[in-house]
């Protein structure tokens, strides 16, 4: 119910030197008067002492902030509870405000479902917000930031709007055959409609960088056994998670480590030595291997540096644009130093001595920031809006092609709603507006 108050513990659950618990609700002002204590000047911190409403015992001293309705976090009377961050003061304080009248434990995600039913934020504004506070890198955080400030909000709403002004001029050509609009005006309307279909599908072709940053990029490390996979996974995350050894076939499960790599999230993959193996356990890391591959963003093809110049069949095989090639244990290639060199493509590294790792290290680095640095309009980062979008192109597309004029208003109306979908404004009455507002019809 709306008209609950909630509370809840907004900090982290622990040991800490300070927590925080935040009251939302018609009776969060009466809950302070429980706790004996009152609000000073509003946004303002004041010390406050919080004490039990039964007993009258001291729960902690510490900071008060109110935010009064509507110009808080939810909309709502809002209280900010600051003690210090012991278990049984925050204990304590959470019992206390359970017995108050009212109030309530909040559920999952209900400060920010208030603030959205209040308008305060848009759905994609809510689900930055759980973006930050899941935030592990430093493009992650970017890009939540960047949502959080409405730039997809504002992009979607423009379109909206647009769908929505050609829209009502179009029911206006329909009902109103009479009043002879312009041909320019007629015109216009499905310039801008194709032009609004371009923008959106040169949105969802973004390669799905947004995503990637959100859910971080995909690298597998393939190549045939005992090339120096595993060795590479444990240099590159800076830790002994896979298991090394000279005898070919070790690695038989993927192994998969997510790391921070010049401030972008990926996701690194350690896979069985491509060969055939007749083994079946083998065999099955090996199949694991391949569907890895298939599945990044980027691989890492390392050759046996042993053997060079010859390099394995299977692994060369499966190189794409996509694929940095590196040759590994350059100390056991013989002869002029010269011709190892590493060229475009190719890299020379020696994961025993350190040689040429510096260069393999910045070259993957540039590409992961290429990946995903194209560009600086907001991308998409959900697969809900990638679908709401695709859903709202092909309304688009079928409303530019529609035999009459009846069956496109309907197409706009299917559009303009999948684009509700995803701020989560879906009401229908606005068109009626629109139509007041842009024309003098009822002279
Ligand atoms: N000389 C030399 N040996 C290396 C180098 N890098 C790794 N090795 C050795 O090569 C052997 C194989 O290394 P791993 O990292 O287990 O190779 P892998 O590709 O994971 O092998 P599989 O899991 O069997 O596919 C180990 O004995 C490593 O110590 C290098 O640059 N030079
Ligand atoms: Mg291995």
Redesign the pocket.
Known sequence: MVNDTIFALASAVGRAGIAVVRLSGPAARGALASLRCAPTSPRTASMASFKDPRSGELLDDGLLIWFPAPGSFTGEDVAELHVHGGRAVVDGLLAALSGINGLRPAEPGEFTRRAFEHGKMDLTQAEALADLVDAETRAQKNQALQQMGGALKDLYDDWRVILIQVLAHLEAVIDFPDENLPQETTDRIWVRLRNLEKAIAKHLDDGGRGERIRDGIKIAII??????????L?FLVQRDV??????????RDVIEVHMDLGGFAVTVA????LRAAGNIIEDEGIRRALMRAQAADLKIA?F???IYPTLDAATLSLIDSDTMTVI?????IQGDDHHLESKENTLF?????GVGVDTFLLRLQEWVSLKMDRGTAAPLTRARHRHALNDCVDAVRRAIDAPLQELAAQDLRLAARALGRITGRVDVEEILDVIFRDFCIGK
Not at 223 to 232: I, M, V
Request: hydrophobic fraction near 30%.
């Open positions: 190549g045939p056994p005992n090339a120096g996979k595993s060795s590479l444990n896979a298991i090394v050894s000279d005898i070919p076939g070790t690695t350690d896979t069985a030595g390392l046996d540096g042993d590994n244990k350059a100390d056991l590294i020696s994961l025993k001595t």
